[in-house]
C-alpha cells in the first residue's frame, strides 16, 4: 500500500481515485499488478461506483502515471506502474505496521536551500517533507523522528533533490520544553481531529462485526460485506500515519484519539482483512 503521491484526501466518502488505488494496493500485486477492466469494474461497484466512474477515474490515474494499461487474457486491463511498486512496498509497512519512536530517540533534521531561480522546487521539497510527516521548524528547516532517516533519504532522492538538502541526525537537548515544540512544529489538534473522526466511522462498523455469531456461514454476501466495509476503512486510514510521523506518547497530548484510532485500525484490519481478501479473490479468479 501507499500513502505517498497518490493518498486520499480525508473525506466522509473516499474518492473514487482513492478506492481504486486502495483496491490496486491490496489485491492486484497477487496477480501480477493488474486486473482487468472487467474485474475492477465488479470490485469497485460493491464499494458503491458505477461503471462510468470506475473508467473516468481510471483514466484520471493513468494520465498521472499511477495505472498503464496493458491486455490480461485478451481483455483491457490496467496495472500499477513499474515505478510505484517500490513506494507501495514501503507504504506496507508504514501503514500496516507502524512504529512510534520512543522519548529520548534520534530526530532527523532536512534542511534545504534552494536557488530564486528554483524557487518552484521550494514548494516541492515542502511537499514531500510534509508527505512524509515532517514537522516545520522553519521556512528551511524541517524535523522528524530519526527512524523516518531513510524514507526521507529516498523520498528526496527519487525525486531528485538531494542536490538541495542536507540531512543531520541530533538530540534535543532543551527536553523540558520539548512537548510544547512538538505542538508548534506539528497540527496536532488539526491531525487529532482526524483520528477521532476516524473513529466515529469506524467503531461501529467493529461492534456490528464483533455481534455476529462465530459461526456465522462466509456466504457470497457476507465476504462481499467484509470487502465493502474493509476497503473504505483503509483508504480513510492510509494517509493518517503518514501525517502522523509516530511521535513518542510523552509527546503528545494526554487525550490523544491516535492510539484509539491506531487500535481499532488494527482490530479492523486483522478481523475484516482476510475475509476481503478472500472475496477480491473470488472476483478475480472467477
Request: glycine share 6%.
Amino acid at each position: 500500500m501507499s500513502g505517498v503521491n497518490v493518498v486520499p484526501d480525508i473525506s466522509p466518502m473516499p474518492r473514487h481515485q482513492h478506492l481504486i488505488v486502495t483496491v490496486y494496493g491490496l489485491y492486484a500485486r497477487a496477480h501480477d499488478g493488474a486486473f482487468a477492466v472487467s474485474e475492477l469494474i465488479q470490485l469497485l461497484s460493491d464499494l458503491g461506483v458505477e461503471s462510468a466512474g470506475v473508467r473516468s477515474s481510471v483514466s484520471r490515474l493513468k494520465k498521472r502515471g499511477v495505472l498503464v494499461s496493458l491486455r490480461k487474457n485478451g481483455s483491457a486491463a490496467y496495472r500499477l506502474a513499474p515505478g510505484l511498486e517500490d513506494v507501495f512496498r514501503a507504504g506496507d509497512e508504514r501503514i500496516f505496521s507502524p512504529h512510534r519512536a520512543r522519548k529520548g530517540d534520534d530526530w532527523i533534521l532536512t534542511s534545504f536551500s534552494v536557488p530564486e531561480s528554483q524557487r518552484h522546487l521550494r514548494h516541492k521539497l515542502r511537499t514531500i517533507l510534509t508527505r512524509i510527516g515532517c514537522g516545520q521548524v522553519s521556512p528551511g528547516l524541517w524535523i522528524a523522528p530519526g527512524n523516518l532517516a531513510d524514507e526521507v533519504s529516498q523520498q528526496l532522492e527519487r525525486a531528485s533533490l538531494m542536490e538541495y538538502v542536507d540531512l543531520f541526525k541530533a538530540a534535543h537537548l532543551t527536553e523540558d520544553h520539548i512537548r510544547s515544540k512538538v505542538g508548534q512544529w506539528w497540527d496536532l489538534p488539526s491531525l487529532d481531529a482526524l483520528y477521532a473522526d476516524f473513529i466515529d466511522r469506524h467503531e461501529p462498523v467493529l461492534q456490528r462485526w464483533s455481534e455476529l455469531p462465530l459461526s456465522e456461514p462466509e456466504s457470497p454476501e457476507y465476504l462481499r460485506q467484509a470487502f465493502a466495509d474493509y476497503v473504505p476503512m483503509v483508504t480513510q486510514w492510509r494517509r493518517l500515519p503518514y501525517m502522523d510521523p509516530g511521535l513518542p506518547e510523552e509527546y503528545l497530548p494526554g487525550d490523544w484519539s491516535g492510539l484509539a484510532a491506531e487500535a481499532l485500525f488494527a482490530k479492523l484490519h486483522s478481523l475484516l482483512g482476510p475475509i476481503a481478501k478472500r472475496y477480491a479473490r473470488s472476483v478475480v479468479e472467477d
